[in-house]
Every structure is written in structure tokens, then in C-alpha cells.
């Protein structure tokens, strides 16, 4: 099944902030990162203040790293071949550190398969999307790639 990822963080390869995955059927799992105070200023004023601002019944789940690794694994389970969708190599960069328990260790996914798509997401006419937050965004991600005129829509064209 195709999923779509977004991530905000910290600056360039500074701390992950917030991790959004959208399924293809719409379900979705929002983290926010606790325990890391975002030291710059961009990211402060402009993903902030926004990073809860997603509509019911969404719910932003509140992690630290360890917790949201096993929510990751939990929201993918029983998917047999879950394929990964973003915009940006960062995302797959942060989600596979996301996901990394200890040295030499990871949550149960069986299988994984990523792809980065250079497209823009926005402007979207996906309506109430807010840029530069990880739920958000992913939704836009997903809206775009998933309309039958693109020809950039994921794995299973």
C-alpha cells in the first residue's frame, strides 16, 4: 500500500520535530517529537506554531523517539509490502532513523520500500492545508500524486 511521509526538523540535519504518514485511504499518524526546544529561528516562527494545527479527528501524538518507533511499526502492521512516498530525500532519512531502536536494531517491518517524487505540493487545492506542518503536508503529498492525471503517483500505477 502507498503511504505518504513528511517531516519537519530542526534546521538542516538538525533534530526531527514532527513525523506525519498518510495512507493511501486517508488513515494517518501524526508524532510530534518531545524533548528537543527548536533553536532555529525560521523553524521557531514559521512550523511552531503550527505544528498542532491539524483538523479532528486527527490527533498529533505527543513521542519521544523510542515511543515513536513502535507507533510507526504499529500504524504499518499488517501491511505485507508498505511503500514510502515523499519529497525529499530528508524524509527518508529521518523516518529510517525514526525507526532505529538501538545499534543494530529496529522495530518489526518486515519490508519497506521508499520513493522520492520532485514534485511541489504546493499550492495545493487541498482545502485548509497549512505548509511547512508534517501532517499537512503529507496530505498534500498524497493529494497530488494521488490524482489519476499525474504520472508520478507512486508504485502502484
Known amino acids: 500500500m502507498n503511504y505518504y511521509l513528511d517531516t519537519e526538523f530542526d534546521g538542516f540535519g538538525g533534530p526531527l520535530l514532527s513525523l506525519a504518514l498518510v495512507r493511501e485511504d486517508g488513515a494517518s499518524l501524526y508524532l510530534i517529537y518531545q524533548g528537543h526546544a527548536a533553536q532555529q529561528p525560521w523553524v521557531r516562527e514559521n512550523v511552531l506554531p503550527i505544528m498542532r494545527a491539524v483538523p479532528l ?17 504499529e ?50 487545492t487541498l482545502d485548509g492545508a497549512i505548509q511547512h506542518n508534517a501532517w499537512w503536508d503529507a496530505m498534500a503529498l498524497r493529494h497530488i500524486l494521488a490524482r489519476p492525471d499525474n504520472k508520478d503517483g507512486g508504485a502502484n500505477e
Open 57 to 73: 479527528p486527527v490527533s498529533a501524538v505527543n513521542c519521544h523517539h523510542h515511543g515513536g518507533a513502535y507507533r510507526i511499526a
Open 75 to 124: 500504524f504499518l502492521h499488517g501491511d505485507p509490502s508498505p511503500h514510502i512516498n515523499t519529497d525529499w530525500p530528508d524524509d527518508v532519512r529521518y523516518f529510517c532513523q525514526a525507526i532505529i531502536t538501538a545499534p543494530g536494531q529496529m522495530v518489526a517491518i518486515p519490508h519497506l520500500s521508499f520513493e522520492i517524487h520532485r514534485v511541489d505540493s504546493y499550492p495545493t
